[in-house]
């Protein structure tokens, strides 16, 4: 009896095996961080401190099972990077809550990379210093809104399938260090078309009615449309196509709300730049240098493109990327991914790492190092993209930046080993030498492989170039096909936490920006190549591998200079300018509340602004708010000594909106002596005709 039922059991796996059928959870959740008074992360600025909200940040989660209760969670946020140290503290919360469930093995996390987001997270000194350090406040949000968006997956797991589909995006971005990548060996270059890589990855998941209830997808560009003068917190183009294809699957749901759950992760996205009409000398209009991207006279070299605005550049990239998605979900998937859900984690020492490669150029075998790690004289220039940026390191600069005030003398020169191991790269910071007031980038790095069946997906903590990207998927994909298996992989950008650059060698000796942060010198792919395969193998052969060393846990030797919000008068939520009484489609509806600091509450889930419009009922019904690409707040104090401040709403209509009725609400919260006291105010009533 009992070997009866065994061996039905074992049928009944068999036949859900041979199906594809896995158990697929997907979840969203709100992480904006707080709007104001914060320098963004991404462009090294510090001066690029939000003003606001043009579009709300989320964080966007896939869980699925195999029938053996193999799990793994991808996690896609709306942010520059993921740190250590919040990736710590999310596990933290997660064990809390579902105990041993989801680990630092089988949870990868993985950010949009925009530019445009508060920053302060990372607990490393080279990230956080234009942010004046560590920043609790934009660090909270996002561990609690991912760990809301994995619970909100988590309970929505049914029974599903995963398909994955490949689709070339029109216009999306360009090869902005050319000049490194023609230096790879022209046989290998001539296996690609193009310098960039085309093709949107996707993987779609159907529930068992076969509906579409979300899809993440792999993308090469970087989300870097807003420029370094936007001081609105924006989700930049990936966002921006997540935006539009939960609209189009979420039909008549507010932003950040319904069922569907689409994402886009950065994938080998390095050297890509979606402001694809190219690099030009910013004032005189000239061509830049193509190999130091300078410019005559102190006109610096800034890509270009293709709109007329930043804002306008974003809703064109995001609206290509977006379209290849919704293409993708309509055709027949390529491909159904079946077999078991595995995952592979291992943290390395990257100045620890050593092998055997091919060096083509002596035709022997040579052994290879990690360097500890050092950032190059090119990083300080900063790319097509955002130029100039961290310029103060190079200039010495302890003007203005207080934190750099108390760091500057902590910086280490090089020794002789050190520039050996980092050659041809001239050093500019030797951060591997720096850990006062604590470490300035990672010694240590996450290092992790996910398998859904025959798709892999790679978590690189780096930024890979095109053709590092391309290596490294080759690797597992030759060592798949050793094991008669043909596999699709999806390598995944500054997965886990940041670590800067991965370029290949041929691309290193060039040191365009690219190559000057490879942090861990000229073989960090190579020593990649190596680990991954060496997760997949370990993997595949069901072998464990031992966890590696632990980083450092920096958090109590954090420091900020921000700081905080002390105090706001006013009568909040009074109207300074009311709306007109009249308006048609694409006009702009603008009014001005009196307000508090955004910061004393960050609206999650929420909003700082509705847009309501009255109902046959009599009844208000919201149909836009601060998330909404129409939308967007300025905020601005205007006593500093009184705490006073005020804040700007607009609405610019959009052509499908109904005649009507309506009123714009604002809510927030003061600060006084008392604590933090939410207000709300209303507009008067306006017309749509
Ligand atoms: C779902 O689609 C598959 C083919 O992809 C088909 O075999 C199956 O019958 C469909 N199921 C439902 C419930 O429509
Ligand atoms: C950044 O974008 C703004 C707004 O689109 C534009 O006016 C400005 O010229 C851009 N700056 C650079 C350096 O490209
Ligand atoms: C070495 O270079 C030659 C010619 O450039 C090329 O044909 C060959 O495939 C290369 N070998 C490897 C292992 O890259």
């Known amino acids: 009896m009992g070997y009866v039922k065994l061996f039905a059991a074992i049928l009944v796996v068999l036949a859900v095996g041979a199906e594809g059928r896995y158990r697929i959870g997907l979840g969203r959740y709100d992480v904006t961080g707080p709007s104001v008074e914060i320098a963004f992360m991404g462009y090294g600025s510090m001066t690029q401190r939000g003003i606001g909200i043009h579009t709300r940040q989320y964080a966007r989660a896939f869980i699925i099972e195999d029938e053996t209760a193999n799990r793994v969670v991808f996690v896609n946020a709306d942010i520059s990077a993921f740190s250590d140290a919040m990736r710590r503290e999310i596990i933290r919360l997660l064990r809390l809550r579902f105990g041993d469930l989801y680990t630092t093995a089988n949870v990868m996390f993985a950010p949009t990379h925009t530019h445009a987001g508060p920053g302060g997270y990372h607990q490393l000194v080279l990230y956080d210093i234009t942010c004046l350090g560590f920043i609790e406040e934009t660090f909270n949000p996002i561990v609690f809104g991912v760990r809301e968006a994995i619970t909100r997956a988590h309970n929505a797991m049914q029974d599903g399938r995963a398909f994955y589909s490949e689709v070339p995006i029109e216009d999306f971005g360009i090869n902005r260090s050319p000049a490194a990548y023609y230096a790879n060996p022209e046989h290998e270059r001539r296996q690609y078309e193009e310098d960039i890589d085309r093709n949107l990855q996707q993987i779609k998941f159907v529930n068992a009615r076969n509906e579409t209830v979300g899809a993440f997808h792999w993308v090469a560009t970087h989300a870097v449309s807003m420029n370094n003068t936007n001081y609105l917190i924006s989700i930049d183009n990936l966002g921006y196509a997540s935006y539009l294809l939960e609209q189009e699957y979420n039909p008549g749901n507010l932003v950040g709300t319904g069922t569907f759950v689409g994402a886009f992760s950065t994938s080998n996205s390095g050297d890509i730049s979606p402001n694809i009409l190219g690099p030009r000398c910013y004032r005189n209009g000239g061509e830049c240098d193509t190999v130091t991207s300078q410019c005559p006279a102190d006109d610096v070299c800034k890509g270009e493109g293709p709109g007329e605005t930043d804002k306008e550049n974003t809703k064109i990239i995001g609206s290509n990327i977006y379209k290849a998605a919704s293409i993708g979900l309509k055709n027949a998937p390529q491909r159904e991914l079946t077999g078991s859900?595995?995952?592979?984690?291992?943290?390395?020492?990257?100045?620890?790492?050593?092998?055997?490669?091919?060096?083509?150029?002596?035709?022997?075998?040579?052994?290879?190092?990690?360097?500890?790690?050092?950032?190059?004289?090119?990083?300080?220039?900063?790319?097509?993209?955002?130029?100039?940026?961290?310029?103060?390191?190079?200039?010495?600069?302890?003007?203005?930046?207080?934190?750099?005030?108390?760091?500057?003398?902590?910086?280490?020169?090089?020794?002789?080993?050190?520039?050996?191991?980092?050659?041809?790269?001239?050093?500019?910071?030797?951060?591997?030498?720096?850990?006062?007031?604590?470490?300035?980038?990672?010694?240590?790095?996450?290092?992790?492989?996910?398998?859904?069946?025959?798709?892999?997906?790679?978590?690189?903590?780096?930024?890979?170039?095109?053709?590092?990207?391309?290596?490294?998927?080759?690797?597992?994909?030759?060592?798949?096909?050793?094991?008669?298996?043909?596999?699709?992989?999806?390598?995944?950008?500054?997965?886990?936490?940041?670590?800067?650059?991965?370029?290949?060698?041929?691309?290193?000796?060039?040191?365009?920006?690219?190559?000057?942060?490879?942090?861990?010198?000229?073989?960090?792919?190579?020593?990649?190549?190596?680990?991954?395969?060496?997760?997949?193998?370990?993997?595949?052969?069901?072998?464990?591998?031992?966890?590696?060393?632990?980083?450092?846990?920096?958090?109590?030797?954090?420091?900020?200079?921000?700081?905080?919000?002390?105090?706001?008068?006013?009568?909040?939520?009074?109207?300074?300018?009311?709306?007109?009484?009249?308006?048609?489609?694409?006009?702009?509806?603008?009014?001005?509340?009196?307000?508090?600091?955004?910061?004393?509450?960050?609206?999650?889930?929420?909003?700082?602004?509705?847009?309501?419009?009255?109902?046959?009922?009599?009844?208000?019904?919201?149909?836009?708010?601060?998330?909404?690409?129409?939308?967007?707040?300025?905020?601005?104090?205007?006593?500093?000594?009184?705490?006073?401040?005020?804040?700007?709403?607009?609405?610019?209509?959009?052509?499908?909106?109904?005649?009507?009725?309506?009123?714009?609400?604002?809510?927030?919260?003061?600060?006084?002596?008392?604590?933090?006291?939410?207000?709300?105010?209303?507009?008067?009533?306006?017309?749509?005709?």
């Open 341 to 689: 859900v595995g995952f592979m984690h291992q943290f390395v020492e990257m100045s620890r790492q050593t092998g055997q490669w091919f060096n083509n150029a002596t035709g022997r075998y040579e052994t290879f190092r990690g360097c500890l790690p050092a950032m190059g004289t090119s990083f300080a220039a900063g790319t097509t993209d955002g130029p100039g940026a961290y310029s103060f390191f190079e200039q010495g600069d302890t003007s203005g930046n207080p934190f750099w005030q108390l760091v500057g003398n902590s910086l280490r020169p090089p020794n002789r080993d050190d520039r050996e191991c980092h050659a041809p790269k001239p050093i500019l910071l030797m951060t591997g030498r720096m850990s006062w007031p604590y470490l300035w980038q990672p010694l240590i790095v996450p290092t992790q492989l996910f398998k859904i069946g025959g798709a892999v997906i790679l978590g690189v903590p780096s930024e890979m170039t095109t053709m590092a990207g391309r290596r490294l998927r080759r690797t597992i994909q030759d060592l798949g096909r050793e094991l008669g298996e043909e596999l699709v992989v999806l390598p995944t950008g500054m997965a886990n936490t940041y670590s800067s650059y991965v370029v290949t060698f041929e691309e290193y000796q060039v040191q365009r920006y690219e190559g000057g942060s490879a942090t861990y010198g000229p073989h960090t792919l190579t020593i990649y190549q190596q680990q991954y395969a060496r997760l997949f193998s370990a993997l595949q052969a069901k072998q464990s591998l031992p966890p590696g060393p632990t980083p450092r846990d920096e958090s109590r030797d954090q420091l900020t200079f921000l700081t905080p919000v002390v105090m706001d008068t006013g009568r909040f939520g009074r109207v300074l300018v009311e709306p007109r009484t009249i308006y048609s489609r694409r006009q702009v509806v603008f009014v001005t509340f009196v307000a508090a600091n955004p910061r004393n509450d960050l609206r999650t889930e929420s909003s700082y602004f509705f847009v309501d419009q009255l109902q046959p009922n009599g009844q208000f019904r919201t149909i836009a708010t601060d998330a909404n690409w129409e939308t967007k707040f300025i905020w601005r104090r205007t006593s500093t000594l009184l705490g006073q401040s005020e804040i700007d709403f607009y609405w610019t209509i959009p052509d499908n909106a109904e005649s009507g009725t309506y009123r714009i609400r604002h809510f927030g919260a003061s600060r006084g002596i008392l604590g933090i006291r939410p207000y709300d105010g209303s507009s008067r009533t306006f017309v749509i005709n």
